[in-house]
């Protein structure tokens, strides 16, 4: 069953109990981008200033350096 929340996420749906099982996503997204840098005919399904400002999320997040 799709979730209601975000297409293609099958994680996103409420469960009533327990944990739900790998779903692959960090695998996949991982296997996409080593096939975008291997053959840069691979249309990249987002951008590579998508990623560094998700990383730039992340590092704010893990240092703290964001405003409270």
């Excluded at 929340?5 to 981008?33: P, V």
């Excluded at 975008?36 to 730039?56: K, Y």
């Amino acid at each position: 069953e799709p979730s209601p929340f975000y297409e293609q996420f099958r994680s996103l749906r409420r469960i009533k109990n327990g944990r739900r099982g790998k779903t692959g996503y960090f695998a996949t997204m991982l296997a996409h981008a080593v096939s975008c840098v291997r053959n840069p005919e691979t249309p990249a399904v987002s951008s590579f200033e998508d990623g560094i400002a998700a990383l730039e999320i992340l590092h704010t997040i893990r240092t703290g350096n964001g405003t409270n």
